[in-house]
């Protein structure tokens, strides 16, 4: 082994046990993870612990089985979806869960029909080589409420009312060009928008002789974000 092959191989060690002990001090400093059960009425057998799943914006993504959201061809999706003839579009949402779990569960259960709300909307101005969209979505959109009795059938029963809303949206502004390249085109585009996620859950037990109970929890956070 040469000595220009020793000092690089030194040098490489050296750097080794740099970034061993950077980590070691970053390991140090973190946070110690930390479990917990959620706060109530969060529960298996109550209200979901907040998520999400993508869901379809336009009656065109729900009937093609979100096929078509893969192609960004609306603005909230993808910001080079800007291009195209000038326009506007509305998609309005009927919403409708069914909770099966706790229907087994429950007696004398009853739940919310649904609820009608917007699922999407867009305003574009543009033409095939570029164009600037303004736009609403809402990826995730729940609306839960239900009624039911508690307890023992052979004990007064307890009634229990539950309401549970978790909505997740995007305003945003997008701006696109395209150009000819390799025979086809490219389009690129950018977009700035403001994010919100809001989950709401509240639930009141109703028992003879003892004081309504009412149990509340809301999770919420906002922020801007660019695509």
């Not at 191989?9 to 046990?17: D, I, K, P, R």
């Not at 195209?84 to 099966?100: A, D, I, Y």
């Not at 585009?189 to 709401?200: C, K, Q």
């Amino acid at each position: 082994m040469t000595r220009a092959e020793r000092v690089s191989q030194g040098l490489g060690l050296a750097h080794a046990c740099v970034a061993l002990a950077a980590c070691a001090v970053l390991a140090a400093l973190a946070p110690p993870v930390r479990s917990g059960t959620p706060p109530f009425p969060v529960a298996a057998t109550g209200a979901p612990f907040p998520g999400g799943a993508l869901e379809p914006a336009t009656a065109r993504q729900a009937g093609l089985a979100l096929a078509e959201y893969w192609l960004g061809d609306d603005a909230f999706n993808n910001p080079a979806g800007a291009i195209g003839p000038s326009g506007g579009s509305v998609t309005p949402l009927f919403l409708r869960s069914s909770r099966q779990d706790l229907r087994a569960v429950y007696r004398q259960f009853d739940e919310q029909t649904g609820n009608l709300d917007l699922a999407s909307a867009q305003l574009r101005a543009g033409n095939r080589y570029g164009g600037a969209a303004l736009y609403f979505g809402r990826p995730w959109n729940r609306e839960e409420g239900q009624a039911y009795l508690l307890g023992d059938i052979t004990a007064p029963p307890a009634v229990r009312d539950a309401e549970f809303t978790s909505r997740e949206q995007n305003v945003g502004v997008a701006v696109a060009t395209s150009g000819a390249v390799a025979g086809g085109r490219l389009a690129v585009g950018m977009a700035a928008e403001w994010l919100r996620r809001e989950d709401r859950y509240r639930l009141v037990s109703d028992t003879d002789g003892l004081p309504l109970d009412v149990s509340k929890v809301r999770f919420q956070g906002e922020g801007l974000a660019g695509q």
